[in-house]
């Protein structure tokens, strides 16, 4: 069937036509709108004018007021300092010495100059020995309005610079050799990762372990849990990125690592972050169901990342001195009292080392303490280790408020018993072992 032509399609005017057929629209006439009442003009004014000035002020206030957080680093020369590969040891006497007196120096120059409100934190994070001097390599961090971004920067130098004129005291310091830049967040935090012993996020107060209380979120970085076959079964303390060191009695059972996985953040479950086990090595001279040469070391299959909440905890050299009196805390998810019930928030208590004569006294552990262990808590009782703590750190603040591990969880009388405080395998003493093992 062919289909007929309707003819061509058009239009003129206001008039449409298809073919010879002709219709016409009639289109509505539309009446022109009534002008807005001025008091309606004006509102719509203000409110634009309203919104715009708002706008302003609060880029005017992100721009001048509100403060931003600032990463430096930088560095200096301290001159007069005869070699000394020690110095180069994050952990070694030389290195904390001078890193607390320079320390101390940028403090007092901060916090006595004109930008001391701007000031928030500084650190010596490495030192390097030349033949006759050290450099210092420091980590800083300021807040200050964007718009005075570069002024601050300028400032910070300048007080730098006038520390390091000054020579008041025993130290030489050279001016000229000072290096300062800007970094960003992630760079900061990567630098203070990498070092031992730095708490990222602390808790200003110790408020259960038995007599402890809960543990902040990345408070003890370190910290990890032991699992068998996915159930907590022993603390352990993260000394790099592949090794960690718990009690050797943890593995009386099997030290088969297939059995075993370990974590880390402040809850056993869910893990904030997981490894498998590759190896377990025990102290060869660990003997099962006695105490002396209690300590292991755990190989994970793959490298822990460092990062806020999880970074390994400084060991101490063989040679350093924890004395009794001195303020260390004990961390775990072991039992709130003997037989007790189980956290599920990593817990924390703070004790004091007790000396280990008292300690060996007839009604504490009559002479069961050796010299490679050392005691931990109050005579008294109540804040101590307990059932599922075992492997877990027992660490100490030096004077920089860099944390090291002094004690790992052994032994004990039940616990928080009076006149039998817990008892810890001494790391110093198994500081050599630990080298030999890891190569830390």
């Known amino acids: 069937m062919i289909r007929e032509p309707r003819g061509r399609q058009g239009s003129f005017g206001g008039t449409e036509y298809l073919g010879d057929e002709i219709s016409f629209i009639c289109r509505p006439v539309i009446a022109p709108r009534p002008p807005l009442p001025l008091w309606m003009i004006a509102l719509i004014v203000f409110g634009v004018l309203a919104i715009l000035g708002i706008t302003i002020g609060l880029l005017v206030h992100f721009l001048a007021v509100e403060n931003t957080t600032y990463y430096y680093q930088g560095s200096f020369k301290v001159l007069d300092i005869p070699y000394n590969r020690n110095y180069q040891k994050e952990t070694s006497l030389e290195n904390n010495h001078l890193s607390k007196i320079l320390e101390t120096k940028m403090v007092d120059a901060f916090q006595s100059s004109s930008i001391y409100r701007q000031y928030i934190n500084s650190q010596v994070i490495t030192l390097i020995p030349h033949n006759s001097s050290v450099t210092a390599h420091i980590w800083l961090v300021f807040k200050a309005p964007r718009s005075m971004k570069e002024n601050t920067r300028r400032r910070i130098e300048s007080v730098l610079r006038q520390m390091l004129r000054n020579h008041a005291g025993s130290l030489t310091t050279d001016p000229n050799s000072l290096r300062l830049m800007e970094i960003s967040k992630v760079d900061a935090e990567k630098i203070i990762n990498n ?187 109540n804040k101590d280790a307990c059932q599922g703590d075992s492997g877990g750190p027992l660490v100490h603040p030096n004077s920089r408020n860099i944390w090291y591990l002094v004690g790992i969880v052994s032994w004990g009388e039940k616990c928080g018993e009076v006149n039998k405080p817990g008892v810890y395998m001494r790391v110093t003493a198994y500081r050599n072992w630990i080298a030999s093992k890891t190569g830390i």
């Open 195 to 381: 070092r031992c012993g730095i708490r990222a996020r602390m808790s200003a107060t110790y408020d259960r372990i038995k007599g402890g209380s809960n543990a902040q979120k990345g408070e003890w970085p370190w910290q990890a849990t032991l699992k068998k076959n996915g159930q907590h079964h022993c603390g352990a303390s993260l000394i790099s990125e592949r090794y960690l060191v718990t009690a050797a009695h943890c593995f009386q059972k099997t030290k088969n690592p297939k059995n075993y996985t370990v974590s880390f953040g402040t809850r056993v479950n869910p893990p904030y972050m997981q490894r498998y086990v590759q190896q377990i090595i025990v102290h060869e001279d660990y003997i099962q169901g006695e105490h002396h040469d209690d300590i292991a070391v755990i190989q994970l299959s793959e490298k822990v990342l460092f990062q806020n909440d999880v970074h390994r905890v400084c060991l101490p050299e063989a040679t350093q001195v924890f004395p009794p009196g001195e303020g260390v805390v004990v961390t775990g998810w072991g039992a709130f009292s003997y037989n007790g019930k189980y956290p599920e928030v990593l817990q924390k208590a703070p004790v004091k080392i007790i000396d280990t004569n008292t300690c060996n006294a007839r009604e504490g552990y009559d002479g069961l303490v050796s010299d490679t262990m050392l005691c931990a808590g109050y005579l008294e009782g």
